[in-house]
């Protein structure tokens, strides 16, 4: 129980800081740049270390999406581009979390 609760917080700092060199384009830190390597962080953690949440997370960046554009619609597009790029990146680490089981059930040919 310890052992995997210290690989979990430290797999998440990982990802905390590979995602924050990432994002990373100005000296001064936003609150919405914070905010999504938060969420990428927690996003790629899960879904390695809990992938029965993988199809949740799914529905959720889904979900941003459909937010951000509702919210483009409204001509809110400051929260719009917030929620498409959570929304996205999410879809991106999800996408790429099922990549070694569609190698292993052979959907993709190995290169």
Same mark, same amino acid.
Request: one cysteine or more; charged letters at 10%.
């Given at each position: 129980?310890?052992?995997?609760?210290?690989?979990?917080?430290?797999?998440?700092?990982?990802?905390?800081?590979?995602?924050?060199?990432?994002?990373?384009?100005?000296?001064?830190?936003?609150?919405?740049?914070?905010?999504?390597?938060?969420?990428?962080? @927690?996003?790629?953690?899960?879904?390695?270390? @809990?992938?029965?949440?993988?199809?949740?997370?799914?529905?959720?960046?889904?979900?941003?999406?459909?937010?951000?554009?509702?919210?483009?619609?409204?001509?809110?597009?400051?929260?719009?581009?917030?929620?498409?790029?959570?929304?996205?990146?999410?879809?991106?680490?999800?996408? @790429?979390?099922?990549?070694?089981?569609?190698?292993?059930?052979?959907?993709?040919?190995?290169?």
């Amino acid at each position: 129980m310890i052992k995997s609760t210290v690989l979990t917080l430290g797999l998440f700092v990982v990802f905390m800081m590979l995602f924050l060199i990432l994002e990373f384009d100005d000296l001064v830190l936003k609150s919405d740049l914070i905010i999504s390597v938060l969420v990428f962080s @927690l996003t790629a953690t899960s879904c390695i270390m @809990l992938v029965n949440t993988r199809k949740k997370l799914l529905i959720i960046s889904i979900f941003l999406l459909i937010l951000m554009y509702i919210f483009y619609l409204f001509n809110s597009l400051s929260l719009a581009n917030l929620l498409g790029s959570l929304g996205f990146g999410m879809l991106v680490i999800i996408v @790429l979390s099922y990549l070694p089981q569609f190698f292993k059930k052979g959907y993709i040919d190995k290169l």
